[in-house]
């Protein structure tokens, strides 16, 4: 067999993969989320770190501007991007849901896009479009930003070591945690391990949570008021009763201490704790100061 000949097989198996990509960017156009439930379903779920933010609402509670106010949000890969897009988070997005996994970064992004500026992004920074599917070197050596657009103002975004990582994001018909509140976090109980990483004030707090089943934090108003929320389930209803006295006591030893609204010592001496079957649930009130300190790296 000549060459030529042997060939016609490697190109039809590539016209293949490439038609099947294409295809199942197009099934999956059409079938994007529409709930925040169904947002955080579309993510990769195990071991992740996931995260729901509905932008309108903070907005609205007076917390963009804080947000905003973030060094994270005011480095050059950001403005770069900004100048070379014409994106700007406190004006064109809605809400945004994440899964921070050992693998990568992923968001299921709603929001206003230009996706000839953002296609223009991506050829213009050493990457690449094909099909519905584009990437770009990260920031990071090694690393790949990836995109693809879902549906009319949807986007799937994706940064991993992977060049098609954002291919992961899909919707998913598979029961999923429904955010209620205009911030949301799911926390894999292992990630409160290291104690290190935590504020100090919140280490006697983190550390009852680490043998958990699944730990929720939540953030919005309520009587007008900005508040934080818990919803831990624990493996037993003794163990959520032993984990609620924990938080409790912990919670009377910071009250001894000098109150400051802008770290965390101040924030979680004012929480209240109560036990339904094998949930504990915290509330706490969220004071402008801390959150100031927090958007300013501040926080102690």
């Known amino acids: 067999m000549s060459f030529s000949q042997a060939r016609w097989p490697l190109i039809a198996l590539g016209g293949v993969l490439c038609g099947g990509v294409a295809a199942w960017l197009?099934?999956?156009?059409?079938?994007?989320p529409r709930t925040p439930a169904e947002m955080i379903a579309s993510l990769p779920?195990?071991?992740?770190?996931l995260v729901y933010i509905d932008i309108d609402a903070v907005q609205k509670a007076g917390l963009l501007d804080l947000v905003a106010s973030a060094k994270t949000v005011q480095d050059a890969d950001y403005k770069s991007f900004v100048d070379a897009t014409g994106f700007e988070y406190t004006r064109d997005l809605e809400s945004v849901a994440a899964s921070f996994t050992g693998s990568g970064n992923f968001f299921v992004v709603r929001g206003k896009f230009d996706w000839p500026r953002l296609r223009s992004y991506a050829q213009t920074h050493d990457g690449v479009c094909r099909d519905e599917l584009c990437r770009a070197p990260g920031s990071e050596p090694g690393r790949w930003v990836s995109f693809w657009q879902m549906g009319a103002g949807w986007m799937a975004l994706a940064s991993s070591q992977s060049e098609s990582a954002a291919l992961d994001?899909?919707?998913r018909r598979l029961p999923a945690a429904a955010p209620d509140r205009p911030i949301?976090?799911?926390v894999p109980p292992s990630a409160l391990a290291d104690m290190k990483t935590l504020p100090a004030g919140a280490r006697s707090f983190a550390s009852p949570l680490v043998h958990s089943e699944r730990v929720v934090f939540s953030a919005g108003t309520a009587g007008g008021q900005l508040r934080l929320y818990l919803d831990v389930t624990s493996e037993s209803e003794a163990g959520a009763e032993e984990l609620r006295k924990q938080l409790q006591n912990a919670t009377e030893l910071l009250k001894k201490a000098p109150a400051n609204e802008a770290d965390m010592t101040g924030l979680l001496a004012g929480g209240a704790f109560r036990r339904e079957g094998r949930r504990v649930y915290g509330e706490w009130p969220l004071y402008k100061k801390l959150l100031?300190?927090?958007?300013g790296g501040r926080l102690r």
């Open 45 to 49: 779920q195990a071991g992740a770190t």
């Open 184 to 186: 949301w976090i799911s």
């Open 292 to 295: 100031e300190s927090v958007a």
């Open 26 to 32: 197009y099934l999956a156009r059409s079938s994007f």
């Open 169 to 171: 994001i899909a919707l």
